[in-house]
């Protein structure tokens, strides 16, 4: 018996199925090979694991994997999605709060992990719309809507915790650098504010979606991603 | 950049159902299961870009964190009779400890069917029907050295993907 072969053993000797003459000598083997005794340390837990699944379940297991490797042939159609989860998405995506000064780099890296996530429904035709939210430290929160239109883009805005004074306006930055007013309003004194505004920009040509105030400074930056 | 809309349907899509399956073995309520594997999706959504490893067992931990609460909450309020939280408990009432078991279950389930069939058959020969050697080899019509070879890779194997599935060993 080769070391190898002794080697090999260990597997069949975790999961109890050498006969007593061939554990002995996997024992014997395990004396003298600091490798195989590291290793068998290391799945030591692995029955104790597997004995969580009970036997009729595991013996079905190989029985369903193979019914599952037929069925494969014939891909089942994917459960649609319900629209209850999409409408509590739409609820809770206004809740969603990042910090203000990192909104970009946080959108970079959600773009980066949900990218992952989505596999391959990237390829589908992405949808008319898009939304993003941004909240400050200062409590300031804007979500603002793109919804695409053959005439550019409508954007619809919430905010609250906005500057109460002065003309407030929102702008859009296309993606050449060329900056357009999509509205402006006086500021109301709860610091709130609905608005749709209108840009001839394409909603794929929007770069970034800014709000200034009176004095034109930006209080908000919409880094949209590039789609 | 995805849509949260597609990235949401995207987990439903492909972890949907073995996590509905998962709720269902635990709790028989077809409603509840479906507002659990919905609290869950959402979850896994709001904290997608921090997700490292297997976004699949990292949903049936959250789907688990979530029965676990609801089960507190159906202790604190015992009264509340037809409360939909008291029912997400198998009959028995046997609570958090068994969630944990059957999250165990379904995490070494997922496990098992994520190894090639061969060496699942082995395993499933040795340590499940206590077979030895010489019975699987007989009863898989492999030669034993074939059967001792595929036992060292499975469980090898095995140990990579519960490292990747990120399970506790």
């Given at each position: 018996?080769?070391?190898?072969?002794?080697?090999?053993?260990?597997?069949?000797?975790?999961?109890?199925?050498?006969?007593?003459?061939?554990?002995?000598?996997?024992?014997?083997?395990?004396?003298?090979?600091?490798?195989?005794?590291?290793?068998?340390?290391?799945?030591?837990?692995?029955?104790?694991?597997?004995?969580?699944?009970?036997?009729?379940?595991?013996?079905?297991?190989?029985?369903?994997?193979?019914?599952?490797?037929?069925?494969?042939?014939?891909?089942?159609?994917?459960?649609?999605?319900p629209?209850r989860l999409?409408?509590?998405?739409?609820?809770?995506?206004?809740?969603?709060?990042?910090?203000?000064?990192?909104?970009?780099?946080?959108?970079?890296?959600?773009?980066?992990?949900?990218?992952?996530?989505?596999?391959?429904?990237?390829?589908?035709?992405?949808?008319?719309?898009?939304?993003?939210?941004?909240?400050?430290?200062?409590?300031?929160?804007?979500?603002?809507?793109?919804?695409?239109?053959?005439?550019?883009?409508?954007?619809?805005?919430?905010?609250?915790?906005?500057?109460?004074?002065?003309?407030?306006?929102?702008?859009?930055?296309?993606?050449?650098?060329?900056?357009?007013?999509?509205?402006?309003?006086?500021?109301?004194?709860?610091?709130?504010?609905?608005?749709?505004?209108?840009?001839?920009?394409?909603?794929?040509?929007?770069?970034?979606?800014?709000?200034?105030?009176?004095?034109?400074?930006?209080?908000?930056?919409?880094?949209?991603?590039?789609? | 950049?995805?849509?949260?809309?597609?990235?949401?349907?995207?987990?439903?899509?492909?972890?949907g159902?073995?996590?509905k399956?998962?709720v269902l073995?635990?709790s028989?309520d077809p409603q509840l299961a479906d507002d659990v594997v919905q609290e869950?999706?959402?979850?896994?959504?709001?904290?997608?870009?921090?997700?490292?490893?297997?976004?699949?067992?990292?949903?049936?931990?959250?789907?688990?964190?979530?029965?676990?609460?609801?089960?507190?909450?159906?202790?604190?309020?015992?009264?509340?009779?037809?409360?939909?939280?008291?029912?997400?408990?198998?009959?028995?009432?046997?609570?958090?400890?068994?969630?944990?078991?059957?999250?165990?279950?379904?995490?070494?389930?997922?496990?098992?069917?994520?190894?090639?069939?061969?060496?699942?058959?082995?395993?499933?020969?040795?340590?499940?029907?206590?077979?030895?050697?010489?019975?699987?080899?007989?009863?898989?019509?492999?030669?034993?050295?074939?059967?001792?070879?595929?036992?060292?890779?499975?469980?090898?194997?095995?140990?990579?993907?519960?490292?990747?599935?990120?399970?506790?060993?």
């Amino acid at each position: 018996m080769n070391g190898t072969e002794l080697h090999h053993f260990l597997g069949a000797y975790l999961l109890g199925g050498l006969e007593p003459a061939e554990a002995a000598a996997f024992e014997q083997h395990l004396a003298v090979c600091a490798h195989c005794r590291q290793e068998l340390d290391e799945l030591a837990t692995l029955p104790a694991l597997l004995d969580a699944i009970p036997v009729s379940d595991a013996v079905a297991l190989t029985a369903a994997a193979a019914a599952a490797r037929d069925r494969a042939l014939v891909p089942p159609e994917p459960e649609p999605v319900p629209s209850r989860l999409l409408d509590e998405l739409a609820a809770r995506r206004r809740k969603v709060r990042r910090r203000w000064t990192s909104a970009v780099a946080a959108a970079a890296a959600a773009c980066l992990g949900l990218g992952i996530l989505a596999g391959p429904l990237l390829n589908q035709p992405a949808k008319p719309d898009a939304s993003y939210s941004v909240a400050a430290s200062s409590g300031l929160e804007v979500t603002v809507g793109l919804v695409k239109k053959t005439w550019g883009t409508e954007l619809a805005v919430d905010g609250r915790s906005l500057p109460v004074a002065g003309t407030l306006s929102l702008w859009v930055k296309d993606r050449d650098g060329g900056v357009d007013r999509a509205c402006a309003w006086t500021a109301t004194p709860t610091g709130r504010v609905r608005i749709t505004g209108a840009t001839p920009v394409q909603l794929a040509r929007i770069a970034s979606v800014e709000m200034r105030d009176e004095q034109q400074q930006t209080v908000a930056v919409i880094a949209v991603p590039q789609g | 950049m995805p849509l949260d809309e597609d990235v949401v349907a995207a987990i439903y899509r492909d972890h949907g159902t073995a996590l509905k399956r998962f709720v269902l073995s635990v709790s028989r309520d077809p409603q509840l299961a479906d507002d659990v594997v919905q609290e869950t999706v959402l979850r896994v959504w709001q904290q997608a870009p921090q997700i490292t490893g297997s976004l699949r067992s990292y949903l049936f931990r959250t789907a688990r964190n979530i029965m676990i609460d609801n089960y507190r909450k159906a202790q604190r309020r015992p009264q509340e009779a037809g409360d939909r939280d008291v029912q997400a408990l198998p009959e028995g009432g046997v609570g958090a400890g068994r969630i944990d078991e059957l999250l165990n279950k379904v995490l070494m389930e997922e496990a098992l069917l994520r190894l090639s069939a061969e060496h699942r058959e082995v395993l499933v020969a040795l340590h499940y029907r206590r077979y030895t050697v010489q019975e699987a080899s007989a009863q898989l019509k492999i030669p034993s050295g074939t059967v001792k070879s595929r036992a060292f890779y499975a469980v090898r194997a095995l140990r990579t993907i519960l490292d990747e599935m990120g399970v506790q060993q």
